[in-house]
């Protein structure tokens, strides 16, 4: 009998999208989100791939320095022929993946941000970024690509300004754009060095 009683406040509740909120994908949610405004489980999967490097900022600790480690790898799988022969070319292709993986990373760290949270660690495609600009227009050898890592790992924690300013857009604006500054710090510092010595 008080299970029926409860039948119409249950309806409501539901209608009233009280209940939905339990309707979500387990451990990555956020709460403060209303339901409707969720992307679906297929637009959250895609941008979890892209969000977290392939799933990199899936590792336990230090999700940012192993996003940035895509810069070295990188470099690893560039032969050094093209470096040399193609340097001009093979920078320019660097900056069309920076300005593709900038949008691309508004995106997804957006639609990662609704299920978890402000800013979250497992998403590393700013790191990615900002370890490209960095490198982009670097002549480009073992020393200066782990110097370049080095410098903006850096420049990432200490957020120079106006990064920690920046850090606070909305979305994934403030996710990406904090590093696409602290990259740039680190692009002028490792500049200077790779010109001195």
């Not at 309707?23 to 969720?38: D, F, I, S």
């Not at 959250?44 to 969000?51: R, V």
């Not at 990662?112 to 490209?132: L, N, S």
Request: with cysteine.
């Amino acid at each position: 009998m008080k299970l029926n009683a409860l039948n119409p406040l249950i309806q409501k509740l539901y209608g009233m999208n009280i209940l939905k909120k339990a309707v979500t994908v387990a451990h990555e949610t956020n709460e403060k989100k209303p339901y409707q405004n969720r992307p679906s489980r297929t637009v959250f999967f895609l941008a979890k791939i892209i969000g977290s490097g392939f799933f990199i900022g899936y590792v336990p600790v230090a999700q940012g320095t192993f996003g940035s480690l895509w810069g070295p790898a990188l470099y690893m799988l560039i032969p050094d022929t093209w470096i040399v022969d193609f340097f001009p070319e093979v920078s320019l292709v660097l900056m069309g993946m920076i300005v593709l993986l900038y949008f691309t990373g508004v995106w997804s760290a957006g639609v990662c941000e609704v299920f978890w949270g402000r800013d979250p660690g497992r998403v590393v495609i700013d790191e990615i970024v900002g370890i490209f600009v960095t490198l982009v227009f670097i002549p480009l050898t073992l020393t200066s690509v782990w110097l370049g890592f080095f410098l903006f790992r850096i420049f990432d924690i200490i957020k120079p300004p106006p990064a920690r300013r920046a850090e606070r857009l909305p979305g994934g604006w403030g996710v990406m754009s904090d590093d696409l500054i602290a990259g740039i710090y680190a692009n002028i510092v490792l500049r200077i060095i790779v010109y001195l010595f």
